[in-house]
């Protein structure tokens, strides 16, 4: 299906869609039909100026399109009592404040960790789409695509209190309680802490075009290369060195500042007790700079760092064989390096988690929760754990490849290979780890507290494990089964004519099932309760009730898969959202704000797990000189782990591969060698 097409030539930029839902240029990321024509050909994105793709003597016509394959795996988030901070590799932006760190990840989503005794690890679903973040010290700042600024963390001088109505931003800086804002006009707007006059804006300073907060202190770039600085100045942190000039960036830190030259050196004044403002000898080629409380770091255009100043906590000990870096942030006693795979590096001081970058869990296709551990299958049919282990129920066997199926007992687990055989490990107090021995041939299995089920191809179920209240024997009759279900306490089958069949403990009705109940296609068994999916998307639910888990589920509308937990249910919608109801001790019911482009669900006791797919990758032009001698440059940036192909066509019929790939890093550039003979030319990418 193709999603959208950009069509760019020498005098009109046009867009057609050709699928359902218009995305917007994948260029610039307007909306379709709203781009703005310049007087010079060019047209405006934000307040960077793209010009025309233009071929001399030939008419340049390009177009890009992405070929989008719906898949089922991605990422795995968690709420409940089963932590899973989901962080994919795929970072695109870092920050870093006193104690915790901060990262803008390629689905335009933003995660925090480190101390949060502020707040400040909470990111608002307001941040969601920033494009830029900036750490304070207790505090956050977020630069929205609309020019428009999210704060939250400490606030105790006003540090989050954005300005009403202020717009039109195009950088942010964060001091330790104070906050810094560059418009696109040129003009600075502070706010937050005063005691120094750090928000007191020079009225003289006009068309700034770069800042920078330190501790109490904040900084500013002028057109003409000059720094302007003000605030506290105890260590001469604002006495800018005389002819200073050619300044592209500043940083601050607690008490010294830095300033990178547009010849890739580096200046710095203030405090230089701990040697933070001794720059390196020889130190050149530099991209970006940072300042800690009193440490100094350096990205270099080959992708390596410099660090100087304090070491007490190793934060200038820079890891040995990093490489690749393509961002850099410090906070008060870490540092933090993003690579171009998109993964993330940090190291210094970690009293409070901000250097254990959360754990990374993608290119999942399946989950399932137990009672407070959990599993998921990758895309390459192994198998990962986490959570509790004191049975041993996360050490997957070593050997454990080609699974198609996994379940979580409250302290087991179990695995369907693609072979029909089942594995299971973890506690065997009740044999629920025995698996029988003549057992083949299974499709699917399921998982109670202490026994579990399988499915057979031929529509007969087995079970083993305990046995009380009967949900270790499977009653007779049971035949024809498409799907099985169980709890610790009780089972459920769903037979191939939509019928469903329970037994086990009925204390609260859960294996009396409705009279009439039919079509239903999907089953899940809680605690206390059952559920039942129709084929009509509408959701049938019976037993306990005390949470809401049944009242707030039935006829549920639009569903296109359930989950239930010991005392919550789930359900995913078709717009690929979660509704949660029921118990809520552990945030279990509490869906993530903004949670969406979810393809799979699942429930532990008091957990809910989601496999959310990765963003749609972006296919667009090069930035710089997408047209020369050697070709048409373009840039795919997309999630890693997955095969994309580049096609070209001349005529929008016929489609060359340029290029097949498997994303290894964020952002992958290749070049079209075939534009330089062609007046015409379309591109496509698909996931594959």
Known sequence: MIIHTRYVHSKVTAFVSNGPNPIGCVYCRCRIGSLQAQPNGSHRVGSVRKRRLSVVGALLFSCLAFVSQTTGRGWVTAWGSIKLPNTPAEARRVAAGQYHSVAIKIDNSLLAWGLNDYGQCVVPQAARGATVVAGGYYHNLALRPDGTVVAWGQTNFGQCDVPSGLSGVCAVAAGQAHSLALKQDGTVVAWGMNWNGQTNVPPTLTRAVAIGA???????????????????????QCDVPPGLSNVEAVAGGWSHSLALRSNGTVVAW??????????????????????????????????????WGDNTYNQCSVPVGLLNVVDIAAGGYHAVALRSDGSIVVWGKDAENQCTVPSTFYNIVRVSGGDNHALAIRANQTVIAWGANGSGQCDVPTDLTNVVAVAAGSLHSIALKNNGLVVAWGANGNGQCNVPTNLVKVIEIAAGGFHNLALVNNGTVVAWGDNSYGVGTVPRGVSNAVAVAASRYHNLVLRSNGTVVAWGYNDFGQTNVPAGLSNVIAIAAGGRHSLALRSDGTVVAWGNDYYGQCSQVNNLSNVTAIAAGEFHSLALLRDNTVFAAGLNNHGQSTVPAGLSRVV???????????????????????????MSATGFGLELEGPLGFTYRIEASSDFVSWTSITNFVTGTVLTRVRDVGAVTNAMRFYRAAQE
């Open 270 to 307: 203030g405090a230089n007790g701990s040697g933070q403002c001794t720059v390196p000898a020889g130190l050149s080629n530099v991209t970006a700079v940072a300042a800690g409380f009193a440490f100094s770091l350096a990205l270099k255009s080959d992708g390596t760092v410099a660090a």
């Open 600 to 626: 799979a669900i699942a429930a532990g006791a008091n957990s809910s797990l989601a496999v959310v797919a990765p963003t749609r990758p972006i296919l667009r032009p090069a930035q710089d000189q997408p």
């Open 214 to 236: 330190g501790g109490n202190h904040s900084l500013a770039v002028r057109p003409d290369g000059t720094v302007v600085a003000w605030g506290l100045n105890s260590s001469s």
